[in-house]
Every structure is written in structure tokens, then in C-alpha cells.
């Protein structure tokens, strides 16, 4: 296959640099964004909410320029679409929880939403993910089910795989609405290598505007729970997209709280994700120029080589042709960090002897 | 695009497709494809003949690919897998019918993509500019209905996809239905019984054992693919349904249980959030609901013809 430059990683260092794509430019903006789960984040970049370009494809004709308009407003329209639904789901939970007694955070894609900051614009995501103190969780579960959700049909092996080892317990679906809702209680595997302080992240929360009764980890355990996500999770596929999320955290907060790059990396010693966080750091600024001073740059190692190649653009005509072998060092990598070594053993001897596909037939 | 498939040399259509130059137009939209598939290929040429196309590269909406599933597949099991901008979300399929995965992997992509339209679950054919939207679960005999209507002069939408554009009253975009001209696909005994009735049809490649058994695509009429971008007022909705020996019956649905029904036929209602309850609102509102039983085609026929009569 022969290799193009990336119209998407150039929009991210500038978008001014697509104003020059020619029309099959703007098709692979577009692939790009679609294959690497963007398109409604850029449409939110390239478009105002009445259809106006707000950077415009002067090189294409008129009747391109409306098809792309098209995508793009379709993009935007999903966007809203999902932000009521989040908002409704929201609502469906904090009814369920709203007994509990103890604080219920809101990580990741909720709590950007709820707290409404730049990086919820545009972000697509499928299951909300909320964290309770362990000793919660079965309280918390319980409500759930009350309020209709379920644990999804299992193997016994991968019950005890969440039960026993994991940050989370099984995903729970609403048997009625279909949506998904990931129970956590630690920010990471308690397994795993990298020792991360979740109980100091967790108690510090702040409690989030609204009617709701919800919680948020503070500004910078927000960026650091970011950061442990992309670097110690295989999940590449949304990588760009959770690499633009550090960055847009990184630009709000930073530029009411002058020294807030500074008390990340305070907070990441304390922590345990000073290196974690100066990786992700040298990737953002890598891909989007974040502003960022030099002693948070200092990112290093095998990884982060492997990770400029996996959490980039996904479109087999631009990726970087390491990306396919970079994927699977990552994967057992984060298999290795994750479990102990007789547990890595037991799990993927088990993964390996009943396999892990997960495709459908093609509907017809 | 100017260019017909069949002006294409054989050369040219197989180059084209393999270095990603290869643009095929239907109605609105424009796909790039790639793929090295003989059998796709073959397919392509049998029913796509008469469509706008380009071998010089161009915008495009989607890109789909049809590749070996892996370097292993590719010489020993013989497997094709489909994807969208590279990524290959459906398990692979037997090589030889890489040509119904290429249609089902596309109707798949706009089903799931394009929500300027609220996308139906349906077939729709025109005639006189009063579109006809055929709306019925897999296995009521929807395509075949399609084809025999489409094989007496009404023009194909699709034998697929509704797409419900507009809002009833906007004179810019008033409520129309959009074609999306497209070989029917026909399963079984379907095909021997409309190519026994109408010799004339041209069909592409048969794929054996899939999940729906043996599937062959009917070439889209020309006149249908020529003008698949004239939209049309939506007239009529049919539930249509197949009963071996039953007699004609012709019952009127009311407005809102055809509303419900069309929901769960729906690719995009829940994307769509407001807009699409409305424009849901406007297609019942417009088009009177009927479902059709039938045993044979000739009464069909002529039960569709006197439905839009009394239109009027």
C-alpha cells in the first residue's frame, strides 16, 4: 500500500494546514477521523452548530464542499445526540445511586461531560464509567440491579477474572435501554505492577456542580488518570482520541491555574505516575504542541517509541507501517503490567485455548 | 462523473482497484474501493455495469476495501473479509463470494452512517413520482416483491434502504424519500422464480452456503440508476407479506402502529433523537399504511397499482 501524509495529524498541529487539501485530501480527513473514532470532535473543530466552515476546503468544488459539510453535520448531530442520551442516563443513575451513602465518581467521558469541559465536546464513547470505595460495591451493585441493570451473561472465567483481579466488576447493561455502565473501585488493576495511590486520587474528589450527586477526581488527578489510561491500557484503537483528551484537559485548566502543569507532575511523584505522565506528556506535545514546559517532556523508553506508533492516525494508508508489530509488543506489555506472572500465565492460556474473537457475521 | 463502468477496459477497472483509484457513484454517494478479488471484480462488472464510475481517483465518502482476511487465509482457507477505512468489523467470508460481502458491507456503511437520511429497514420503488416504501422483516418475501415490481416498469429506490429526507411544509427540503439504486439481492428459490418469469433479468455471481443460504444480485434497471438523484413524495407505505395459497387480502394500518412498527425497522430513530420522531411523524402522516397479504404476483401487482389510484 502506498503511504500519504496525514491529513488529520497535520490538522492537529494546526488546523489552518487542511485549508490546502485537495479533494481526495479532505476524503482521507475523513477516514482518518472516522477509522480513529474523531469525526464528531473535528466536525466540533471544523464547523459552527449553523453549518458554516469555520476552516473551509477552499481547493474543492461546491458540490464537495456540501458533501463534507454533510459528514460533518451528521458528526455533530451524533454528538448532540449522545450528550442528551449521557445526560438522561445520568439522571437514571443518580436516581438508582442516590442512597448509597458514600461519594459515587464519575471517570473519564462522564465526568468531562458533566463537569462540561472542552474535552466532552465531540467525544464519542459507549459505557459510563462510575467508582465507588470497594467496600461500596456490592451496595452499589445491588442498586443497580434494583434500577435495571444486569451483569451481562459470562463465563465462570471471566466472573472471576473481574471479581477476583480486576479494577471493575463485569460491565452492566440497562435491560431495557441497552446502556452500559463499567462499576469501578481502584483506578487501576490492584494486580498490577505500576503501584498507582487510586485511595489518595479517589479521596481527594471534588464534588461536581449540579443537581446530581456525583463526584470528579481533582483537576490534575483528572489529566494523571488520562495519562495511566493511554499507557497502561491496549485499547489503541481510541489512543489518538484519549491522547486529545490529555491535551484539551491540559489547555482548560492550564490557563486558569498558571502553575497546573507543575502540580501535575507534584501530584504524579505522590501518585506513583511520574514517568506514566511525562510520557504521556511528550506524546501530547508531540502530536498537538501542547504547551508544556521542557522537565515535563522528559519521556523515555522502548515505549514510548512503541506508543508514538500505536496511539497515532489508524488508517492503513497513513499509519506508520511499525504500527501492527508496535500493537501487539503493547498488548503483552500491558498483559504483563496488569497481572502477575502466574496469573499472566493462567490468563492467556485460557484466552488462547477458547479464543477472543468477538466479530459478527456481517448482517444481511 | 461521466464514465460508465462499461466503458472501462478490463486493464484499466483492475489497476484502478487495486491502487485505490477506483470510484464508484451511487445516487449521493461515492465510494472508494480496493480489493484484488477476481470474483468481486466479475461481480462488479455483471451489475454495476451502467453506474458512474472513476478509475483516476476523486473525492469519496466512504473507502471499503475487500482483502484477504490474512496472509495464512489467503492460500489456504480462501477467506475475504470486508472493511470500512481499514477496519474489518464483520468475520470473514468464502472468497468466491466476496461479491455479496462487498453488498452487504456497503449496505451496512450507509445504514450506519449517513443520518442526514432516517434510515428505514425497506425497500422503495416509484412510479408517476409517488414513492412506494415496502416495509416487512427479513424473510416476508421484500426483496422478491421489489424485483418483480421493479421488472414491471417501477423505478428501484432500493430493495433495502428507506431514506426518509425533509420535513413536511419545507419548500427547500420538503419530505421525500431518496433512492438508493442498488442490485436486489434474492435468496433461494427466489432467484429461479424471477429469472423463470422474466428471462430478461441480468444477475451477477450466486454465493453459495451463506447465512441466508444461496444470495444472487439483480442487475438495478438502467432508467433507475440514471435517476438516482430525482427524489420522490412518499405516497404509500405496504406492509407486504407472503402466504403460500392465500388469497389477496388488503387491510389499512393505522397511522401510529405504522409509526411503531417503522421504528423497529430502523437503522438511525435513536441517533436521530427529535428530528427523526418528526420526520417519522411526517412520513405516517403523509403516506396511508396498508399491509398486503398475497399469494400471487399478478394480484400484488395490480393491488399496488389500484393503492396508488385511489391516491388521487
Known amino acids: 500500500m ?90 437514571f443513575l443518580d436516581g438508582a445511586l442516590a442512597d448509597l451513602g ?78 452500559t455502565v463499567d462499576l469501578h473501585h481502584s483506578l487501576a488493576m490492584p494486580t498490577g505492577r505500576v503501584h498507582i495511590a487510586s485511595d489518595l486520587m479517589v479521596a481527594e474528589a471534588v464534588a461536581l456542580p449540579g ?46 491555574e498558571p502553575d497546573f502543569v507543575h502540580r501535575v507532575l507534584v501530584r504524579a511523584e505522590q501518585v506513583g505516575l511520574g514517568q506514566i505522565v511525562r510520557n504521556a506528556f511528550s506524546l501530547c506535545h508531540a502530536a498537538f504542541c501542547t504547551p508544556l514546559p521542557p522537565e515535563a517532556l522528559a519521556g523515555k523508553g522502548l515505549v514510548l517509541c512503541l506508543l508514538k506508533s500505536a496511539a497515532t492516525t489508524r488508517h492503513p494508508e497513513t499509519r506508520p507501517r511499525t504500527q501492527g508489530v508496535a500493537d501487539q509488543i503493547l498488548f503483552l506489555r500491558e498483559m504483563a503490567l496488569r497481572l502477575p506472572m502466574h496469573l499472566l500465565v493462567q490468563h492467556l492460556w485460557h484466552k488462547t485455548t477458547v479464543g477472543l474473537s468477538r466479530k459478527k457475521e456481517v448482517p444481511v | 462523473m461521466q464514465l460508465r463502468l462499461s466503458d472501462v477496459s478490463d486493464l484499466a477497472f483492475a489497476q484502478s482497484l487495486e491502487n485505490g483509484q477506483f470510484r464508484l457513484r451511487v445516487g449521493e454517494i461515492t465510494i472508494r474501493l480496493e480489493t484484488r478479488s477476481e470474483a468481486l471484480r466479475a461481480g462488479l462488472r455483471q451489475v454495476y455495469s451502467h453506474y458512474p464510475v472513476s478509475v483516476s481517483g476523486g473525492f469519496y465518502d466512504f473507502d471499503l476495501g475487500v482483502h484477504p482476511a490474512s496472509l495464512l487465509r489467503r492460500w489456504f482457507r480462501r477467506n475475504v473479509v470486508f472493511s470500512l477505512s481499514g477496519q474489518a468489523p464483520f468475520l470473514p467470508m468464502a472468497a468466491a463470494n466476496a461479491h455479496a460481502l462487498f453488498e452487504w458491507g456497503f449496505n451496512w456503511t450507509i445504514g450506519s452512517s449517513i443520518h442526514q437520511y432516517l434510515v428505514l429497514h425497506s425497500a422503495v420503488v416509484e412510479k408517476n413520482d409517488k414513492a412506494v416504501m415496502l416495509a416487512a422483516a427479513s424473510g416476508s418475501g421484500k426483496s422478491t ?168
Open chain 1, 102 to 179: 458514600t461519594p459515587v465518581l464519575l471517570l473519564k467521558g462522564a465526568a468531562y461531560a458533566a463537569a462540561g469541559l472542552p474535552a466532552a465536546r465531540g467525544r464519542i464513547f459507549s459505557d459510563i464509567d462510575l467508582l465507588v470505595m470497594r467496600s461500596f460495591i456490592p451496595h452499589a451493585e445491588a442498586a443497580l440491579m434494583l434500577g435495571g441493570w444486569a451483569v451481562a451473561k459470562q463465563d465462570a472465567y471471566d466472573q472471576r477474572y473481574y471479581r477476583e483481579w480486576a479494577h471493575e466488576i463485569p460491565p452492566m447493561t440497562h435491560l431495557q435501554r441497552g446502556t
Open chain 1, 211 to 256: 443537581s446530581g450527586h456525583w463526584y470528579r477526581l481533582k483537576d490534575e488527578d483528572m489529566v494523571l488518570h488520562a495519562a495511566s489510561h493511554l499507557l497502561l491500557n491496549s485499547e489503541f484503537d481510541r489512543g489518538l482520541r484519549d491522547l486529545w483528551d490529555i491535551d484539551l484537559l491540559v489547555r482548560h485548566f492550564a490557563a486558569s
Open chain 1, 2 to 91: 502506498k503511504k500519504s501524509p496525514s491529513p488529520l495529524l497535520a490538522f492537529l498541529l494546526n488546523p489552518a494546514n487542511v485549508e490546502d487539501l485537495d479533494e481526495e485530501g479532505w476524503s482521507l480527513l475523513l477516514a482518518e477521523a472516522r477509522v480513529c473514532g474523531v469525526m464528531s470532535r473535528l466536525a466540533s473543530l471544523l464547523m459552527t452548530s449553523d453549518a458554516k466552515f469555520l476552516v473551509s476546503p477552499r481547493k474543492v468544488s461546491p458540490l464537495v464542499a456540501i458533501q463534507i459539510a454533510r459528514h460533518m453535520q451528521v458528526a455533530l448531530m451524533q454528538a448532540d445526540s449522545l450528550t442528551h442520551a449521557v445526560q438522561q442516563e445520568l439522571t
Open chain 2, 145 to 312: 416483491l421489489t424485483a418483480e415490481l421493479v421488472l414491471n416498469g417501477w423505478r428501484l429506490f432500493s430493495d433495502e434502504l428507506g431514506l426518509v429526507g425533509g420535513t413536511t411544509n419545507d419548500e427547500i427540503q420538503p419530505l421525500h424519500l431518496m433512492p438508493f439504486p442498488r442490485p436486489v439481492s434474492l435468496k433461494n428459490q427466489s432467484i429461479d422464480l424471477i429469472k423463470q418469469r422474466h428471462p430478461e433479468a441480468c444477475f451477477g455471481p450466486s454465493a453459495f452456503d451463506t447465512q441466508k443460504g444461496t444470495v444472487a444480485h439483480m442487475r438495478a434497471p438502467d432508467d433507475s440508476v440514471a435517476r438516482a438523484l430525482e427524489p420522490a413524495p412518499p405516497t404509500l407505505i405496504i406492509f407486504p407479506k407472503w402466504t403460500a395459497g392465500a388469497p389477496l387480502r388488503v387491510q389499512p394500518v393505522g397511522a401510529g402502529d405504522a409509526a411503531m412498527r417503522l421504528i423497529n425497522q430502523s437503522f438511525n430513530y435513536s441517533v436521530l433523537g427529535s428530528i427523526g420522531f418528526n420526520r417519522l411523524a411526517d412520513l405516517v402522516s403523509a403516506a396511508p399504511a396498508w399491509e398486503l397479504e398475497y399469494s400471487f404476483f399478478d394480484d400484488a401487482l395490480e393491488a399496488f397499482d389500484d393503492l396508488l389510484a385511489d391516491i388521487d
